[in-house]
């Protein structure tokens, strides 16, 4: 991951699916595009659950391991995630 966000980290999609696992939690997925145009895995995190606090700490953790913004940073209208980001990314 800190790979791609070197030399890639043009744009980001966050989403969640909610209680589709055997653990009944929310799965944050993080995907991007590399430079051959195909969609990557970046990062994913099951969270206890959809609050402001569970996505600032997921955001924190991806921040600190990315060490820089996405120049583009897309998600659903879930306001929790809205939230949770714009501690650590630009909104």
């Known amino acids: 991951m800190q790979t791609y966000a070197e030399f890639f980290c043009d744009f980001v999609l966050v989403d969640t699916t909610y209680?589709?696992?055997r653990f009944n939690l929310p799965l944050v997925n993080v995907v991007g595009v590399?430079?051959?145009?195909?969609?990557?895995m970046l990062a994913f995190g099951m969270l206890n659950n959809e609050t402001i606090?569970?996505?600032?700490?997921?955001?924190?953790?991806?921040?600190?391991?990315w060490q820089k913004n996405p120049k583009v940073f897309i998600?659903?209208?879930?306001?929790?995630?809205h939230q949770g980001r714009s501690q650590y990314f630009f909104v």
Do not use: A, P, V
Request: net charge positive; with cysteine; hydrophobic share 25%.
């Open 19 to 21: 209680r589709r696992n």
């Open 34 to 40: 590399n430079n051959l145009g195909k969609t990557i």
């Open 53 to 65: 606090s569970s996505y600032t700490w997921f955001f924190r953790m991806l921040k600190h391991c």
């Open 75 to 81: 998600s659903d209208e879930d306001e929790s995630i």
